[in-house]
């Protein structure tokens, strides 16, 4: 009598949900997840895309001295927004505009549940990439490396500088405040101003080589700590501030600058050298440039 009860027992015990129930739970889970999926299929398939590629050029052309072109907007999987190609152009102080291919934007998953959340950016630029963070409160954090440029210098249009950018990274918040603290970080490799031929000099190109530039800032004032080049015609070192105006052209500068010619330099440069300024001991030549960057004063 007591074994067959213990035997009931341990039965009842090892029992599992009924045979009957478990169609039920298997149709409450693929009820579940066919919502979700048509959820997911409906935030893909009638995302508003076309409202959010105004609002983000808008925010673009608010924030910032650029006119914002953003082309191919879409969603990716997972959750992340896409576009095929973003243009930005300015006009001052001459036409230019930039182009950003493939970008993408998504969310920094760990930081979505805290008080500064924040996306992580992504894209190709000039042969080369670039990728950085930008949290709520306007702290950004960028990187680019491998970018091939040639753009005119700002005051002199018939004059170009072509180069390679090898790396860069630049920590700032945007837009800056009286205590914002930036850093910038910059090398560049095989750097040449073109067109010298246009003001009279015999050789069209002079070689500036690698430059190594470093810099800090607090608010709108940049100090520039590190200012190097070698392996070009020139040797150039110096240092001085950037005070950011409300457009890049306004901005003032206050830069001392020393050139040392190397024995590559051309003949003609080395003479046009001396009608500015009498060459040291060492043979450098000092400059201190002054005024806006759209006109700047060498003395």
Same mark, same amino acid.
């Given at each position: 009598? *007591?074994?067959? @009860?213990?035997?009931?027992? @341990?039965?009842?015990?090892?029992?599992?949900?009924?045979?009957? /129930?478990?169609? *039920?739970?298997?149709?409450?889970?693929?009820?579940?997840? /066919?919502?979700?999926?048509?959820?997911?299929?409906?935030?893909?398939?009638?995302?508003?895309?076309?409202? $959010?590629?105004?609002?983000?050029?808008?925010?673009?052309?608010?924030?910032?001295?650029? !006119?914002?072109?953003?082309? =191919?907007?879409?969603?990716?999987?997972?959750?992340?927004?896409?576009?095929?190609?973003?243009?930005?152009?300015?006009?001052?102080?001459?036409?230019?505009?930039?182009?950003?291919? *493939?970008?993408?934007?998504?969310? $920094?998953?760990?930081?979505?549940?805290?008080?500064? %959340?924040?996306?992580?950016?992504?894209?190709?630029?000039?042969?080369?990439?670039?990728?950085?963070?930008?949290?709520?409160?306007?702290?950004?954090?960028? /990187?680019? =490396?491998?970018?091939?440029?040639?753009?005119?210098?700002?005051?002199?249009?018939?004059?170009?500088?072509?180069?390679?950018?090898?790396? +860069? !990274?630049?920590?700032?918040?945007?837009?800056? &405040?009286?205590?914002?603290?930036?850093?910038?970080?910059?090398?560049?490799?095989?750097?040449?101003?073109?067109?010298?031929?246009?003001?009279?000099?015999?050789?069209?190109?002079?070689?500036?080589? =690698?430059?190594?530039?470093?810099?800090? +800032?607090?608010?709108?004032?940049?100090?520039?700590?590190?200012?190097?080049?070698?392996?070009?015609?020139? &040797?150039?070192?110096?240092?001085?501030?950037?005070?950011?105006?409300?457009?890049?052209?306004?901005?003032?500068?206050?830069?001392?600058?020393?050139?040392?010619?190397?024995?590559?330099?051309?003949?003609?440069?080395? !003479?046009?050298?001396?009608?500015?300024?009498? %060459?040291?001991?060492?043979? /450098?030549?000092?400059? @201190?440039?002054?005024?806006?960057? =759209?006109?700047?004063?060498? *003395?």
């Amino acid at each position: 009598m *007591k074994l067959n @009860r213990f035997h009931r027992l @341990r039965t009842a015990r090892g029992k599992t949900l009924p045979s009957s /129930s478990k169609p *039920k739970l298997r149709f409450y889970l693929g009820a579940l997840a /066919s919502l979700i999926l048509g959820l997911v299929a409906s935030l893909y398939f009638f995302f508003p895309v076309s409202a $959010l590629e105004e609002r983000v050029e808008y925010e673009i052309n608010g924030r910032t001295p650029v !006119e914002a072109d953003l082309m =191919a907007l879409s969603l990716g999987f997972p959750p992340a927004m896409r576009a095929e190609t973003l243009i930005l152009k300015i006009d001052q102080p001459q036409p230019y505009s930039l182009t950003f291919d *493939k970008v993408s934007v998504k969310p $920094l998953w760990h930081s979505l549940f805290g008080r500064n %959340p924040g996306v992580a950016i992504h894209t190709d630029i000039l042969g080369g990439a670039g990728e950085g963070t930008i949290r709520r409160n306007g702290d950004m954090e960028v /990187s680019i =490396a491998r970018v091939i440029f040639d753009t005119p210098l700002p005051s002199l249009t018939s004059l170009r500088l072509s180069g390679n950018l090898k790396n +860069g !990274e630049l920590v700032t918040t945007v837009p800056a &405040k009286p205590t914002t603290e930036s850093r910038m970080e910059v090398t560049l490799e095989n750097i040449r101003v073109i067109g010298l031929k246009s003001v009279g000099i015999g050789s069209d190109t002079l070689s500036l080589g =690698a430059v190594s530039l470093r810099g800090s +800032g607090r608010g709108n004032s940049f100090k520039i700590e590190q200012l190097e080049s070698e392996g070009g015609d020139l &040797k150039v070192s110096g240092g001085g501030t950037l005070l950011f105006g409300r457009t890049v052209e306004s901005s003032r500068l206050n830069l001392n600058v020393i050139l040392s010619p190397t024995p590559s330099l051309d003949k003609e440069m080395a !003479e046009l050298l001396n009608l500015f300024r009498q %060459p040291g001991r060492d043979g /450098s030549y000092r400059f @201190r440039v002054t005024g806006t960057v =759209a006109n700047p004063v060498v *003395k």
